[in-house]
């Protein structure tokens, strides 16, 4: 079956410009989870999305990112006022259930973003 | 709170070689711990993972990990590296149960194969 998509998968901004990231999970996932890596280092987690609602959003590493998701499926992350620093590859996952410690996660193949 | 640490950032062997990848935790509860490889320009690919079953974890590609408790490790490990090995390998524990699983990863070791 499909597995997690995301688009773009590269984009090029400027500083200072809104982006938006969307990534579609498989179908039937109940939970979806954001990452990024930066070039050179591991994957940082961002948020967590149960349904519709993110009881984890810890990651997020300031208020000009945010995320959304509806109909249990589509998620899309935005960055606003982009930043130098905002330059890396976005990845999302998916997973079955409630709980999700155990689960494996499926990831997209990324979003790669570069921030002039 | 839980952490990963990779040993060794890069790792070169030969084809044929051993495959030893260091992979060492810290977690506050019985840790649900992954093994992913990422090739170059692809998403993560599980490899495989321990959920507190059997200690010694076989994995895809012929790949296998031992969860140790008294080291706090599970390292990677394959008997025979082949070329199509070469990639970046990442560790993960998934934090503690009721933050619904999120991922804390190492920081990642590349896999070198040399013919």
């Known amino acids: 079956g499909a597995g997690v998509s995301q688009s773009p998968s590269n984009k090029v901004t400027e500083k200072g410009k809104d982006v938006e990231l969307r990534c579609d999970p498989i179908s039937g996932h109940t939970a979806l989870y954001w990452y990024r890596q930066r070039l050179g280092q591991g994957l940082e987690f961002l948020i967590y999305f149960q349904g519709n609602s993110a009881p984890d959003k810890s990651g997020l590493p300031s208020d000009r990112f945010s995320a959304e998701r509806t109909g249990e499926s589509v998620s899309t992350l935005t960055i606003q006022r982009t930043q130098q620093e905002d330059s890396a590859v976005y990845l999302c996952?998916?997973?079955?259930?409630?709980?999700?410690?155990?689960?494996?996660?499926?990831f997209g193949p990324g979003t790669r973003l570069l921030v002039l | 709170a839980q952490s990963v640490t990779q040993l060794g950032s890069h790792v070169s062997v030969s084809e044929g070689a051993l495959v030893l990848l260091r992979c060492n935790y810290s977690?506050?509860?019985?840790?649900?711990l992954f093994w992913y490889v990422q090739y170059p320009n692809q998403g993560l690919q599980l490899l495989l993972k321990y959920t507190s079953a059997a200690t010694l974890v076989k994995g895809i590609n012929g790949f296998e990990a031992e969860f140790k408790k008294s080291e706090t490790s599970f390292h990677l490990t394959k008997p025979s590296a082949h070329m199509s090995d070469a990639a970046e390998y990442f560790c993960a524990v998934s934090a503690s149960y009721n933050q619904g699983g999120k991922l804390i990863f190492g920081q990642g070791t590349e896999l070198s194969v040399k013919p």
């Open positions: 996952a998916s997973s079955f259930t409630r709980t999700g410690a155990r689960e494996t996660q499926y």
């Open positions: 977690s506050s509860v019985p840790p649900y």
